[in-house]
């Protein structure tokens, strides 16, 4: 049995998440499959921390990395959900019934949680339901991007873990937790502001909650020593003002992937900065369906790059 589940893209939210405000995420048509015909003798830790000893299935996860570094685009997650969804496929489970996926759900979130100490488990309910999701910890609502909306994706020069970001940033809040709670409270209000332009399809209101978001982590950054956000990004993100978007990290940051998002591709001047500064754009579109079983489990053939958009 094979089984696909997509990557994210987390597009607000980040850090406000874990304490309760809403992330605006989106499932990517990058993610991982998971064969459960062939074992996989080398599992993740978070594939460890949901099976145990048992075999796990093979996973196929390139369309997730650029050679050995991974892209940002939530590959635990992904990897974990296929493992878990194959074995249950296997079992006859339909994994399109919601409650066989409310309960792929918990069970990944709490492997995942256990393996890397900690999160809001976003990255899991993509991999599951696909689709855009408003996500609050345990709870994901259907949306859609606000009409007009584009979305281009950029993979950074660097990459970073999540976990150690968010250590940094758990530091911080216990030596200076004035300081820690200016910067979530800032980043929470932002969250809730562009959950509610979504919810309402404001484009407008949605790019202006992006844009506030990206010199919001920068501050968290510096505040937490953390580099949440690379130097050289508050050029690209004047840059995208004067084009009417946002430019801004996806998720917890520090390098991976960032996201251009506007009503029109980014203009020869943006491209020509961002490769300056290492960045690249790559070819990501939406996933509609989240975990499902599929007939094959190719290698992701990447296009030529261009926007995620609504209609």
Same mark, same amino acid.
């Given at each position: 049995?094979?089984?696909?589940?997509?990557?994210?893209?987390?597009?607000?939210?980040?850090?406000?998440?874990?304490?309760?405000?809403?992330?605006?995420?989106?499932?990517?048509?990058?993610?991982?499959?998971?064969?459960?015909?062939?074992?996989?003798?080398?599992?993740?830790?978070?594939?460890?921390?949901?099976?145990?000893?048992?075999?796990?299935?093979?996973?196929?996860?390139?369309?997730?990395?650029?050679?050995?570094?991974?892209?940002?685009?939530?590959?635990?997650?992904?990897? !974990? /959900?296929?493992? =878990? #969804?194959?074995?249950?496929? %296997?079992?006859? +489970?339909?994994?399109? &019934?919601?409650?066989?996926?409310? $309960?792929?759900?918990?069970?990944?979130?709490?492997?995942?949680?256990?393996?890397?100490?900690?999160?809001?488990?976003?990255?899991?309910?993509?991999?599951?339901?696909?689709?855009?999701?408003?996500?609050?910890?345990?709870?994901?609502?259907?949306?859609?991007?606000?009409?007009?909306?584009?979305?281009?994706?950029?993979?950074?020069?660097?990459?970073?873990?999540?976990?150690?970001?968010?250590? !940094? /940033?758990?530091? =911080? #809040?216990?030596?200076?937790? %004035?300081?820690? +709670?200016?910067?979530? &409270?800032?980043?929470?209000?932002? $969250?809730?502001?562009?959950?509610?332009?979504?919810?309402?399809?404001?484009?407008?209101?949605?790019?202006?909650?992006?844009?506030?978001?990206?010199?919001?982590?920068?501050?968290?950054?510096?505040?937490?020593?953390?580099?949440?956000?690379?130097?050289?990004?508050?050029?690209?993100?004047?840059?995208?003002?004067?084009?009417?978007?946002?430019?801004?990290?996806?998720?917890?940051?520090?390098?991976? /992937?960032?996201?251009?998002?506007?009503?029109?591709?980014?203009?020869? +001047?943006?491209?020509?900065?961002?490769?300056?500064?290492?960045?690249?754009?790559?070819?990501?579109?939406?996933?509609?369906?989240?975990?499902?079983?599929?007939?094959?489990?190719?290698?992701?053939?990447?296009?030529?790059?261009?926007?995620?958009?609504?209609?």
């Amino acid at each position: 049995m094979k089984v696909f589940a997509p990557g994210k893209l987390v597009l607000t939210g980040a850090y406000a998440v874990l304490g309760g405000a809403p992330a605006i995420v989106m499932a990517t048509s990058r993610g991982a499959y998971a064969d459960g015909s062939r074992s996989n003798p080398t599992p993740t830790a978070e594939v460890r921390a949901a099976l145990g000893d048992v075999d796990s299935p093979h996973v196929d996860a390139s369309s997730l990395f650029l050679g050995s570094r991974k892209l940002g685009l939530g590959a635990s997650a992904a990897i !974990l /959900v296929a493992s =878990l #969804a194959a074995r249950e496929a %296997a079992r006859g +489970a339909d994994l399109s &019934d919601e409650r066989v996926r409310a $309960a792929l759900f918990d069970r990944a979130r709490g492997a995942h949680a256990s393996a890397q100490s900690g999160g809001s488990g976003v990255d899991v309910a993509a991999s599951v339901h696909g689709g855009v999701l408003e996500y609050v910890p345990g709870v994901a609502r259907v949306r859609s991007l606000p009409n007009g909306t584009r979305i281009h994706v950029f993979a950074c020069g660097t990459s970073a873990r999540t976990s150690e970001l968010r250590g !940094l /940033v758990d530091r =911080l #809040a216990s030596l200076s937790p %004035a300081t820690h +709670a200016t910067c979530i &409270d800032d980043l929470a209000s932002i $969250a809730h502001e562009a959950a509610g332009a979504v919810k309402v399809g404001s484009h407008e209101r949605f790019v202006v909650a992006v844009r506030r978001a990206a010199r919001a982590l920068s501050r968290l950054g510096v505040a937490a020593n953390a580099p949440i956000v690379p130097v050289g990004f508050d050029v690209l993100e004047d840059v995208a003002t004067a084009e009417d978007a946002a430019f801004c990290v996806s998720g917890a940051g520090g390098g991976d /992937v960032a996201v251009y998002v506007g009503s029109a591709p980014p203009s020869p +001047a943006f491209v020509k900065r961002a490769l300056e500064l290492g960045l690249f754009e790559i070819d990501v579109a939406l996933d509609e369906k989240g975990v499902r079983a599929v007939t094959q489990s190719p290698a992701f053939v990447a296009g030529p790059a261009g926007a995620i958009s609504s209609s």
